[in-house]
Every structure is written in C-alpha cells, then in structure tokens.
Nanobody, 123 residues
Framework: QVQLVESGGGLVQAGGSLRLSCAAS????????MGWFRQAPGKEREFVAA????????YYADSVKGRFTISRDNAKNTVYLQMNSLKPEDTAVYYC????????????????WGQGTQVTVSS
C-alpha cells in the first residue's frame, strides 16, 4: 500500500506560482510513475503531468506545457508540481497518483490516489 498526501494548494492571483507536494509513505516511489491530475467543479478529472518510473521522462497536458514542471525526489519519497503563470482556468482540486511499473497518463490505470489539494486562481 502507498499513502499519498498532497499539500501546497491555496489561493493565488493570476500570473502567480504555487508548488504542490505529494508525500508518499508505505513504499518507495522509485518504481512508480507519478502523476498529477485535476478536477474542476462540474468537469471531469483530467491529466496534468506525469513522471516515468523508468527514466524520469516527463509528460504534460498541452494546457500546462511550458508553465508546469513535475519532479521527484526519491530520497524524500516526494513528488512536486511547480506551477507558474497560473491562470483562472487552472482552478481545481489537484490530485497526485501512483502507478507501479507502468508509464501512463490514463487516470483509471493508477493504483493509488491522494485526497487532493485545492488550487484557486483569481483573475
């Protein structure tokens, strides 16, 4: 079992930055692809970013490419999402998720999920 706890969300003005953290416990993350997903009110959950277990290759949704950066610190068993140039449309609950030994951007394939952290971007 892997337990994931997100933190770092909050209220920020458009153009600002936030860094989300996802701290894991239970198992080391070095064999897990880690993903960030988000869900805005009234919308379906969508993929944001992922970092591969195999070689740390990163993947991004087109809507965040160039603004968000996913990274991992295996020594701290933590994954980060640096979010810059935030826009009101980035407002959502952000979730981190873990998938064992497979690189995927499909949320349904992930094994473990955190509880989420709210990000609100004001205009």
């Amino acid at each position: 079992q892997v337990q994931l706890v997100e933190s770092g969300g909050g209220l920020v003005q458009a153009g600002g930055s936030l860094r989300l953290s996802c701290a894991a416990s239970g198992r080391p993350l070095n064999r897990y692809t880690m993903g960030w997903f988000r869900q805005a009110p009234g919308k379906e959950r969508e993929f944001v970013a992922a970092i591969s277990w195999a070689d740390d290759t990163t993947y991004y949704a087109d809507s965040v490419k160039g603004r968000f950066t996913i990274s991992r610190d295996n020594a701290k068993n933590t994954v980060y999402l640096q979010m810059n140039s935030l826009k009101p449309e980035d407002t959502a609950v952000y979730y981190c998720a873990a998938k064992y030994l497979i690189t995927t951007m499909t949320g349904l394939r992930y094994d473990y999920w955190g509880q989420g952290t709210q990000v609100t971007v004001s205009s």
